[in-house]
């Protein structure tokens, strides 16, 4: 049998049952078993069946090792530290198995010394049976009765999706085209045969959307075995929870927030949770707490990474922020925004010493970056001996989004409207000013006035009056005044690399019904 056109197929369903693998030993090394070591002996069953069928021989019999094992713990064996840590190394020796195998010049992984290792393990179980690690006997069924009630799913790989996703994009931009022409023609039969071709074009794009819409849980499972790994070699006790695992985002967006999300955990395991004895000291819990949450708030997905750590400790940023010269040698202390500027510059670090985790001042920078470049905005908040909670806001796809379109002098700019809250006419007695800085009265609130023509550079007072457009995120609010509104369209996001030392007011690009360009506001940089 020719297995090589099968090889992605197995890698992709490898990858699936690995991954519920390495949950089911996170809950067995909690202290839950029965459930855990069924899941784990199902799991590894299949994909010993797996590799038999695709010939791949150090998959076979490493997973027939595993299972030989966890049929002991299903027999009732007291699960040990000792257990534990070889049935993690055996999952790791099965992931690099796989990954070879099926790589473009297969290979056979020498697994010789893994199953030794595993085989001792074996050997030296109790077989003392505890009602704690005894499992029913109707867990005890081959494996083969059950991983047949499993969903049916047809796998397209998800760059024809991407093709897809991005050849309905351009028919948004036609469509956007030939509404406008049919307008300004006039043709009663154009504009109604156009109405009903954007309905179509509407339901297609939905249907496509919907189609890449996958839950975070397919990012975030990989995460518990990460924190126990870096607690663990960090000296460090952590409890890891996730909430709103089945939160839905856009295929492509998903793929991108893994990274970010990863060096957050990392940042917090390192920087932000004490050492057990440091936690009893301070009068808190030896275990931290570390908790990662997904939310939808309106059209946008909140990520959340949140510590019961010491916080960012000013004490520390500050010196350091001195000496690099990004701060005045005569501050004293930061506001939280001031604190998050600049942990995010690029190469700042306060580590005394660079290892495999940090020190390197590339952490926060990223995440900073990447936030950015999605689309999204970062919040930061840390008190100082109780924690840290930072949060990213995403739009739910990077691909095709509502904007509001605003016209300064001759350039049209698109501020999305995830960040608008409501827009009204400028009239001059909105307009005041509060300790030295120009606001904007609406009903009974002032918010901060920014002007958008300043922010582009173009000479202030040129045009009376003007539209304001009250911009949210997170908990603050500003006054964005434009000179006037164009109208709202659905565009189609275009990213691009900012030039050296160009201003980071933009986080994309879009191109108009008439095919003009407009850069997309990044509501981020104004707040």
Do not use: C
């Amino acid at each position: 049998m020719d297995t090589g056109r099968y090889a992605k197929l197995f890698l992709t369903e490898s990858r699936e049952y690995l991954a519920e693998i390495n949950t089911a030993l996170l809950e067995l090394e909690r202290g839950r078993s029965d459930a855990a070591v069924a899941r784990l002996f199902r799991a590894v069953h299949t994909m010993k069946g797996m590799g038999a069928a695709m010939g791949y021989t150090s998959v076979g019999e490493l997973s027939h090792e595993l299972e030989t094992l966890l049929d002991k713990l299903r027999s009732g064996s007291i699960v040990t530290p000792v257990i534990i840590d070889t049935l993690f190394a055996g999952v790791d020796a099965l992931e690099q198995a796989v990954d070879l195998a099926t790589a473009p010049t297969p290979q056979h992984l020498d697994v010789r010394e893994i199953i030794t290792r595993i085989r001792q393990a074996g050997d030296q179980l109790s077989q003392t049976f505890t009602a704690e690690f005894a499992v029913p006997k109707s867990e005890k069924n081959e494996p083969s009765a059950l991983a047949q009630k499993r969903p049916r799913h047809v796998r397209i790989d998800s760059r024809r999706l991407d093709t897809l996703m991005n050849v309905v994009g351009e028919l948004v931009i036609a469509r956007d085209h030939i509404a406008q022409i049919a307008d300004r023609l006039g043709d009663e039969a154009l504009v109604e045969a156009t109405r009903q071709a954007s309905q179509i074009v509407a339901t297609l794009q939905n249907e496509i959307m919907t189609s890449r819409m996958v839950p975070v849980w397919q990012v975030f499972e990989r995460f518990p075995r990460v924190v126990r790994d870096t607690a663990r070699t960090l000296g460090k006790e952590v409890e890891f929870k996730i909430e709103g695992k089945e939160i839905e985002l856009d295929r492509s967006m998903l793929d991108e927030m893994g990274e970010p999300v990863l060096h957050l955990l990392r940042n917090s395991l390192d920087h932000g949770i004490e050492l057990p004895a440091d936690r009893v000291k301070a009068g808190k819990p030896r275990v931290a707490t570390l908790i990662l949450t997904a939310e939808r708030d309106r059209a946008t997905v909140l990520i959340r990474v949140t510590d019961d750590g010491r916080g960012i400790d000013q004490s520390r940023v500050l010196p350091r922020a001195k000496e690099l010269g990004i701060i005045e040698a005569a501050t004293t202390n930061l506001s939280e925004q001031e604190l998050v500027a600049i942990i995010s510059r690029p190469g700042f670090a306060t580590a005394e010493k660079v290892t495999d985790i940090s020190g390197r001042g590339v952490g926060f920078d990223i995440v900073a970056n990447k936030v950015r470049t999605l689309g999204g905005s970062l919040e930061v908040h840390t008190d100082a001996g109780l924690g840290t909670s930072v949060s990213m806001r995403l739009p739910l796809t990077l691909a095709i989004s509502r904007a509001l379109l605003a016209r300064v002098e001759k350039e049209i700019y698109a501020i999305p409207l995830t960040h608008v809250v409501e827009t009204f006419a400028l009239s001059q007695p909105m307009l005041l000013e509060v300790n030295g800085k120009e606001v904007v009265a609406i009903r009974d609130d002032v918010f901060p006035a920014i002007r958008l023509r300043e922010r582009v550079g173009l000479p202030a007072g040129a045009v009376a009056g003007g539209q304001v457009v009250l911009i949210e995120l997170a908990e603050r609010r500003a006054a964005l005044i434009v000179d006037e509104f164009v109208g709202q369209q659905e565009i189609v996001m275009k990213q691009f690399d900012g030039v050296n030392g160009s201003r980071t007011l933009f986080s994309g690009a879009t191109i108009l019904g008439d095919g003009a360009p407009a850069l997309i506001i990044d509501a981020s940089t104004l707040l």
